[in-house]
């Protein structure tokens, strides 16, 4: 009896000493038997088959879970515990998702890079999640994208069969490939016979390119010049130009003499009359002489 009394003594000492092991390493760690949590209520228009107990991944860690699910008249509040360590931005998202194809629903939380904090206090938004029924839609409209498609392809291999099993596009096909192979093998002849010829040729396109562009550098002086001598030019022929302009403007004012005799209506009268008259005199000079009088007294 007392070896047996002294066996469970040992045992008991032997778990408890094992115990303390466990606690002091968990507690040197820092891990914790149940994780401080805060709450938060997340409102969706589906809550998309999700239940209670469903985990909250936040960027793909579990970080809580889901407590309790109530229905209202236009939408769905979705209560959660999250750990204390989650801090969600003002560029949040928060969505129900099916991770692995077979599992449940889950709440995967985004909670963003930018903003300030956000009031957990507070109800959240949460994102439209897709449904079953919303991914055989986009599986459908694929679906309906693929097969016209296909049709479309077999419209052109029909086509193409058409024009390829014709006998007669058959032959001028085979024609046509023979006329560019003996046309390619002839190329390559040609360029085997004239290989020196055209190696010559590249050499004196390459002396010829260094050249002008000797020619080019040692020139480039002088074209600067002769740029630098039009742009002066121009800026002259800008000035004669105002000047014309200004001519032509005191002209049309009627400023000086040849102003007022183009504006003047009368002085090119009394000038048409004045030639007319010394057009007169000139002829009686010549048919009767110039005579000429003298009075003394």
């Known amino acids: 009896m007392n070896r047996h009394t002294t066996e469970i003594k040992v045992g008991l000492a032997v778990l408890a000493a094992f115990a303390v092991l466990i606690v002091g390493i968990m507690w040197g760690k820092g891990i914790k038997f149940r994780a401080e949590r805060y709450p938060i209520i997340v409102h969706f228009q589906n809550s998309a088959g999700l239940e209670n107990g469903a985990l909250v991944l936040v960027n793909g ?54 903003g300030h904090l956000v009031h957990t206090e507070i109800p959240l938004r949460g994102l439209p999640s897709m449904g079953i029924s ?14 016209m498609v296909l049709t479309n392809m077999n419209s052109v291999l029909t086509n193409l069969d058409l024009i390829v099993g014709d006998s007669a596009n058959q032959i001028h096909l085979s024609r046509s490939l023979s006329n560019l192979d003996r046309s390619s093998a002839e190329t390559v002849q040609l360029i085997a016979e004239n290989r020196e010829a055209l190696s010559r040729t590249i050499m004196r396109l390459e002396n010829t390119l260094e050249i002008l562009e000797g020619v080019a550098e040692s020139s480039k002086g002088k074209l600067d010049r002769s740029f630098a001598k039009i742009d002066t030019t121009t800026a002259l022929l800008q000035a004669l130009a105002g000047d014309l302009r200004g001519i032509t403007g005191s002209i049309q004012a009627g400023e000086g003499t ?36 003298f009075v003394l007294f």
């Open 61 to 114: 860690v579990p970080k809580g879970k889901v407590t309790r699910i109530t229905l209202a008249p236009d939408h769905v509040a979705v209560r959660c515990l999250i750990d204390k360590d989650v801090r969600l931005l003002t560029d949040y998202r928060i969505v129900i998702e099916t991770v692995q194809l077979m599992s449940g629903k889950v709440v995967t939380i985004l909670p963003g890079t930018d």
């Open 134 to 147: 919303d991914v055989v839609a986009l599986i459908d409209e694929f679906s309906d994208d693929f097969r």
């Open 258 to 293: 040849l102003g007022r005799l183009v504006t003047d209506p009368e002085l090119y009268e009394r000038l048409v009359t004045t030639a007319a008259d010394l057009d007169s005199l000139i002829i009686q000079i010549r048919r009767r002489g110039l005579t000429t009088r």
